[in-house]
């Protein structure tokens, strides 16, 4: 006896899916399982906690304040210098490290892990420009009571130099100077005066890549020995980077809960959309130091703060983190700002003896 074949009934639509259907099915679920297979990797294969070594020499020190449990380096003796790393996927103090080592033979210098980085306080929080302003301030007030009467020279990377200035602008006179390496919000026809506290990115980005299921196997694919190293040269604008930066970015990268932080930099709510007005509010001396390589080359909206007497400018043949590059330069072209200041200082005090 044959076997019975069913036949669609006329202007039925056939049940086999056509050939592009088909193509459409299997990308899916390959991108799923391959989406699967990466979170699972990240959960059970790849490391969460390797031993982490202090980033510079000195002693490693911790204060507790309005942003947390802060992790700073202090060492030398003479004038407070605070040195500020810059914000990204797998950042920490490392970053300050040729300035630290530099500057501890002449100075009392502090450098710090900001909030989500290094050995600060990490985990699933907010992390705001104000939560970063504030970790600036909880320091250099812990900074300002083991220096009585003495203001604070402060310098920060990248972004962070939004976070320095947004604390400076509302303590002026915790701070002696500020120095702004590599800042952002300088590139070509750039204006930010939106409303303050808002930002450029939006707090419902931050909470979708942080999600659970997929944040840690997220972060891990930008935090690969290879992603790292790609990001680093173009970072430097060059193959030639320094590699015990980048052999560091892996280890502060691979802690727990090193993925928040990071996640919520990506979705842009740390940029500030009203920093322009911040950077107005300075009255203080500021110098504004950036390389010509790399993608941080863009300060074509630099001019807009030249006409001004406190600030002052200056470029080095480097990519956006010139104390791996040009050292000698920097700390010459930022001890020569260090003098003018005080010269200028002694000067108005001078000036203002005379009329007394």
Not at 18 to 42: C, D, K, P, R
Not at 189 to 209: C, D, N, S
Not at 223 to 242: H, L, P
Request: net charge positive.
């Amino acid at each position: 006896m044959s076997k019975r074949r069913d036949i669609p009934a006329a202007g039925a639509r056939s049940r086999r899916p056509n050939t592009a259907v088909q193509a459409l099915l299997l990308l899916a679920g390959t991108g799923l399982a391959a989406a699967a297979a990466g979170i699972a990797y990240s959960a059970f294969a790849l490391p969460k906690q390797l031993e982490l070594p202090n980033a510079v020499s000195g002693e490693r020190r911790e204060v507790n304040g309005r942003a947390g449990r802060l992790s700073y380096y202090v060492a030398g003796q003479g004038a407070p210098l605070l040195l500020i790393h810059s914000i990204n996927a797998a950042t920490s103090a490392y970053e300050t490290r040729p300035l630290f080592e530099h500057y501890r033979a002449t100075r009392k210098v502090y450098t710090i892990d900001l909030p989500g980085f290094g050995f600060s306080q990490r985990g699933d929080r907010e992390y705001t420009p104000r939560l970063y302003a504030n970790a600036i301030l909880d320091l250099v007030e812990r900074i300002r009571g083991e220096n009585p009467g003495q203001q604070v020279d402060a310098l920060a990377l990248s972004l962070s130099c939004e976070f320095l200035a947004r604390a400076a602008s509302q303590r002026p006179d915790h701070f002696r100077t500020l120095a702004l390496i590599s800042p952002t919000a300088f590139s070509k026809g750039a204006r930010f005066y939106e409303p303050p506290g808002t930002t450029l990115g939006t707090p419902t980005v931050a909470r979708l890549l942080k999600q659970p299921l997929w944040a840690r196997a997220l972060f891990e694919g930008l935090n690969s020995r290879a992603s790292q190293r790609y990001f680093t040269q173009r970072t430097f604008g060059s193959k030639n980077v320094d590699e015990g930066l980048l052999a560091y970015e892996y280890l502060t990268a691979h802690q727990p809960g090193a993925e928040f932080a990071a996640l919520t930099f990506l979705s842009g709510v740390l940029f500030s959309a009203d920093i322009d007005a911040v950077y107005d509010r300075l009255a203080l001396p500021v110098w504004l130091a950036h390389g010509v390589r790399g993608d941080f080359q863009d300060y074509g909206g630099v001019a807009k703060v030249l006409n001004r007497p406190n600030w002052s400018v200056a470029t080095f043949q480097s990519g956006a983190l010139p104390q791996f590059e040009t050292l000698d330069e920097l700390i010459a072209g930022y001890d020569a700002f260090l003098q003018a200041a005080a010269d200028a200082r002694e000067a108005e005090g001078a000036r203002v003896g005379a009329t007394v």
